[in-house]
Each structure stands twice: as structure tokens, then as C-alpha cells.
């Protein structure tokens, strides 16, 4: 018999990317299902066949309800990253709730190095979500996704229309994912059989700086862009003039802070262990968006 495979957060970017991975890799529409806080966003995938579920987060009961019969479910994290611990208190309720409706194996998007030394303002609650699911004693993989290289179009469109890009980064590296390069690889680890317990971390096949990605984009953009180094608390009050919400600055420093410290300076080959094929680099990014930069 089959297993039934539930994917939580169908609807997101990263959801339906994973939706169509499941149904690339051959998995019947009929053993999927998706849950979303808006069951009519995944119309198209009803209509295929896909079972579809509300969900609710906040919903302990209900979320049991919406597990029920799944196999294999991956959490994909939340994104209430409002500082009050929201996201972690839903995310632990996905967890009290899997294990409630017999689910057999949990997958869960997390991130690098969520340790406490994190400058990352919502590192807590991936930390928190990690050890949540290792102490509900079923068989888990957690993916410990890179920076997406889609979140650059939070930042570089306007980088490039003014020619300067603000950070305190330093001279710390990062690595840069493809989002479809996760979807891949979490419909990888949700349809396989396996039930070992395993963490990955998921990333580009490169590390740059700050000015080496400046440096790249401007070649493939063709339009110059200059890199301004500052401390953290220039950078967030350069961000609040500029209009950035609140609540944003506090995690868009922490990036660069982050960053700058040796965070997220780490490339793996996990990308390919799950999926079979190597990670696009992000040249390739630029190149497939040089129009969003130019």
C-alpha cells in the first residue's frame, strides 16, 4: 500500500514547487495531501487529484484532524516571525499533532546553524522546532535550508536603481540555495521510504561576500553597483529612514550580523545526496532574472 504524504503550507512559493516535484517524481495524486489556510489557492492541484485540507496552525485539535491518515507529513515553517514566538508555538503544535494522528516520519524546514550563537532574530524558533520533533520520538529529517536566492529580490532591485548596496556583512561569506533546488529536495526526503533520522543542510555549490555577489550581478545585470560597508547600527538606521518596517530591521541586520560572523559559511553537496543532481549556482540566478535587477 502506498503512503500517504502530507505537506503543510501547500500554498507557498516553496509549497507548490514541492507539490509539483511530488508529482514530477511519479507519487499519485491521490497519495498527496496538502494543507493550507486556504484550501482555494490549491484549486489547480484539487484538480488533479491532490487531497486538499484546511489547517490552521494555531488549531491544535483541528491540525490533528487535518493529519489524520498521513504517513510521512513535512512541516514547512511558518512565517509568523513576529518576535513574540508565534511561529514556534505553531510550529510545536504541527509537531503535538503529527505524533496525535499516527504520523510515522517528520520532515521539517529549518535552517543553518540555528544554535544560540545565531544573529538571527527567528534562529530560536527553528532551534526550538528542531528539538520539538527530535524529543516526539518519531523518525525525522530536517533540512536546514541556505538563504534563498530569490530573498536577493528583497534587496538588490533597489540596490541597483540607487548603484549602492548598504551592508554590514563585512567580509563574511554566504551561500545562496535555489528555492526549486529545497522543493526538490523536500519532496525528495517526503516521498522516500527511509526512516533513519537525518539532518541536512541544504545549500548553493558556492560561497561569496557580499562584494563578490555585487561583483557577479553587475557583470550579468550590466549596470554598476557599489558595496557601502557599515556597522550594524548604521545600516538599521539607514533602514528605517528609508522606510522598512520595524519589524524588518531587526531581522535584515541580523542577516548581515550574521553573516559577517560566519554564520552561514558553509557549502555541502546535500542538494545533490537527496536529489540526485547538483544545486544551481547563482549565476544562474542572475542570468534567468536579469530583467527583475535591470
Same mark, same amino acid.
Given at each position: 500500500?502506498?503512503?500517504?504524504?502530507?505537506?503543510?503550507?501547500?500554498?507557498?512559493?516553496?509549497?507548490?514547487?514541492?507539490?509539483?516535484?511530488?508529482?514530477?517524481?511519479?507519487?499519485?495524486?491521490?497519495?498527496?495531501?496538502?494543507?493550507?489556510?486556504?484550501?482555494?489557492?490549491?484549486?489547480?492541484?484539487?484538480?488533479?487529484?491532490?487531497?486538499?485540507?484546511?489547517?490552521?496552525?494555531?488549531?491544535?485539535?483541528?491540525?490533528?484532524?487535518?493529519?489524520?491518515?498521513?504517513?510521512?507529513?513535512?512541516?514547512?515553517?511558518?512565517?509568523?516571525?513576529?518576535?513574540?514566538?508565534?511561529?514556534?508555538?505553531?510550529?510545536?503544535?504541527?509537531?503535538?499533532?503529527?505524533?496525535?494522528?499516527?504520523?510515522?516520519?517528520?520532515?521539517?524546514?529549518?535552517?543553518?546553524?540555528?544554535?544560540?550563537?545565531?544573529?538571527? =532574530?527567528?534562529?530560536?524558533?527553528?532551534?526550538?522546532? +528542531?528539538? &520539538?520533533?527530535? %524529543? /516526539?520520538?518519531?523518525?525525522?529529517?530536517? *533540512?536546514?535550508?541556505?538563504?534563498?536566492?530569490?530573498?536577493?529580490?528583497?534587496?538588490?532591485?533597489?540596490?541597483?536603481?540607487?548603484?549602492?548596496?548598504?551592508?554590514?556583512?563585512?567580509?563574511?561569506?554566504?551561500?545562496?540555495?535555489?528555492?526549486?533546488?529545497?522543493?526538490?529536495?523536500?519532496?525528495?526526503?517526503?516521498?522516500?521510504?527511509?526512516?533513519?533520522?537525518?539532518?541536512?543542510?541544504? =545549500?548553493?555549490?558556492?560561497?561569496?561576500?557580499?562584494? +563578490?555577489? &555585487?561583483?557577479? %550581478? /553587475?557583470?550579468?545585470?550590466?549596470?554598476? *553597483?557599489?558595496?557601502?560597508?557599515?556597522?550594524?547600527?548604521?545600516?538599521?538606521?539607514?533602514?528605517?529612514?528609508?522606510?522598512?518596517?520595524?519589524?524588518?530591521?531587526?531581522?535584515?541586520?541580523?542577516?548581515?550580523?550574521?553573516?559577517?560572523?560566519?554564520?552561514?559559511?558553509?557549502?555541502?553537496?546535500?542538494?545533490?545526496?537527496?536529489?540526485?543532481?547538483?544545486?544551481?549556482?547563482?549565476?544562474?540566478?542572475?542570468?534567468?532574472?536579469?530583467?527583475?535587477?535591470?
Amino acid at each position: 500500500m502506498a503512503q500517504k504524504l502530507l505537506l503543510t503550507g501547500a500554498a507557498g512559493h516553496l509549497g507548490k514547487l514541492t507539490l509539483d516535484s511530488l508529482l514530477a517524481r511519479g507519487v499519485a495524486a491521490g497519495d498527496i495531501i496538502a494543507t493550507t489556510r486556504d484550501p482555494s489557492k490549491l484549486a489547480d492541484y484539487a484538480a488533479k487529484g491532490v487531497e486538499v485540507r484546511q489547517a490552521d496552525f494555531n488549531d491544535l485539535e483541528g491540525l490533528t484532524k487535518a493529519f489524520a491518515g498521513a504517513d510521512r507529513l513535512a512541516i514547512v515553517s511558518t512565517d509568523a516571525i513576529d518576535g513574540i514566538g508565534t511561529r514556534l508555538k505553531q510550529q510545536t503544535n504541527a509537531v503535538q499533532a503529527a505524533k496525535a494522528a499516527g504520523v510515522k516520519h517528520i520532515i521539517y524546514t529549518s535552517m543553518p546553524n540555528p544554535g544560540p550563537e545565531s544573529k538571527i =532574530t527567528f534562529a530560536g524558533d527553528h532551534r526550538g522546532t +528542531e528539538e &520539538a520533533v527530535k %524529543a /516526539s520520538g518519531l523518525s525525522f529529517t530536517i *533540512l536546514r535550508n541556505a538563504w534563498y536566492q530569490e530573498n536577493l529580490f528583497m534587496s538588490l532591485p533597489q540596490a541597483f536603481a540607487s548603484g549602492q548596496w548598504y551592508t554590514s556583512a563585512g567580509e563574511g561569506k554566504v551561500t545562496h540555495v535555489s528555492r526549486a533546488d529545497c522543493a526538490d529536495a523536500l519532496a525528495a526526503a517526503l516521498s522516500a521510504t527511509t526512516t533513519e533520522s537525518k539532518t541536512y543542510t541544504l =545549500t548553493g555549490p558556492e560561497k561569496f561576500t557580499t562584494a +563578490e555577489i &555585487a561583483a557577479l %550581478a /553587475s557583470q550579468i545585470v550590466g549596470k554598476p *553597483l557599489n558595496v557601502v560597508h557599515l556597522t550594524d547600527e548604521q545600516l538599521a538606521g539607514g533602514m528605517k529612514a528609508a522606510g522598512v518596517p520595524e519589524f524588518m530591521i531587526p531581522f535584515l541586520v541580523g542577516f548581515d550580523a550574521n553573516t559577517r560572523e560566519g554564520g552561514i559559511d558553509l557549502v555541502t553537496d546535500d542538494v545533490e545526496t537527496l536529489t540526485g543532481h547538483k544545486a544551481s549556482p547563482l549565476k544562474a540566478f542572475f542570468e534567468a532574472n536579469k530583467a527583475a535587477f535591470g
